[in-house]
């Protein structure tokens, strides 16, 4: 799997957009692109998936810049519940859990009212 | 319901008495793996299995062993636990091609 990198945290107020930029140079041409979002003491979730332009689904965007080499999550409207542990991971589909997966550090988000 | 179960849910310890942490998945998954998260670390892979019997170690296996006899259980043992095993762990399953990873809701381990 790429080696990604993302800031360690990030601090934002409710009712602002917020976007995690991930780097990752050496992704592969059948590497996708997954962000995943872990509260406290819980296991993380799947938030987004993509390969590349723009992916939307009800919870967030996901833009992938044509070179591929970096992407960004991006959550509107953030809420204090959004605060959490955000994960983004690069590896061919079907890759995860399968074989080794990294999550890394990932960037922790704390919305503030 | 489709969920990932795991028990103990948490478990204090002694160093060096044998301990098994139970992982069962209903979703007829074949992949599924372990990890363990520690405070600044993030989630770090322990093993992983693509099916019934295969298995692999992923980045922190030192310490750790697995089976998977059946495809729905993925139990981790912990032959003599050593207080650096003290960590919230998470075990996982999921599908090939899909990268969504359906994760427990963790087992919480202290080793005195």
């Known amino acids: 799997l790429a080696k990604t990198t993302q800031p360690i945290s990030m601090d934002s107020y409710e009712g602002q957009e917020v976007n995690i930029t991930c780097s990752h140079n050496?992704?592969?041409?059948?590497?996708?692109i997954t962000w995943y979002q872990q509260f406290p003491s819980q296991g993380p979730r799947f938030i987004i998936q993509?390969?590349?332009t723009k992916v939307t689904n009800e919870v967030a965007s996901l833009f992938i810049p044509a070179d591929r080499k970096s992407s960004t999550l991006s959550l509107p409207r953030v809420s204090l519940s959004d605060t959490a542990v955000y994960y983004c991971l690069v590896g061919a589909r079907g890759d995860y859990g399968g074989f080794k997966t990294i999550f890394g550090a990932g960037t922790r988000l704390f919305v503030k009212a | 319901e489709a969920q990932v179960t795991q028990n103990p849910r948490y478990l204090i310890t002694v160093t060096g008495k044998k301990l098994t942490v139970t992982c069962s998945q209903n979703?007829?998954?074949?992949?599924m793996s372990w990890y363990r998260q520690d405070p600044g670390l993030g989630l770090r892979q322990i093993y992983y299995s693509m099916n019934v019997e295969v298995t692999d170690k992923g980045d922190v296996p030192e310490g750790y062993k697995v089976s998977r006899k059946e495809k729905r259980n993925f139990p981790l043992i912990l032959e003599s636990p050593s207080p650096n095993q003290t960590s919230l762990y998470f075990c996982?399953?999921?599908?090939?091609?899909?990268?969504?990873?359906?994760f427990g809701p963790g087992t919480r381990l202290t080793v005195l």
């Open positions: 993509g390969y590349k």
């Open positions: 996982a399953s999921s599908s090939p091609g899909n990268n969504e990873q359906f």
């Open positions: 979703m007829n998954h074949e992949y």
């Open positions: 050496n992704i592969a041409t059948n590497d996708y």
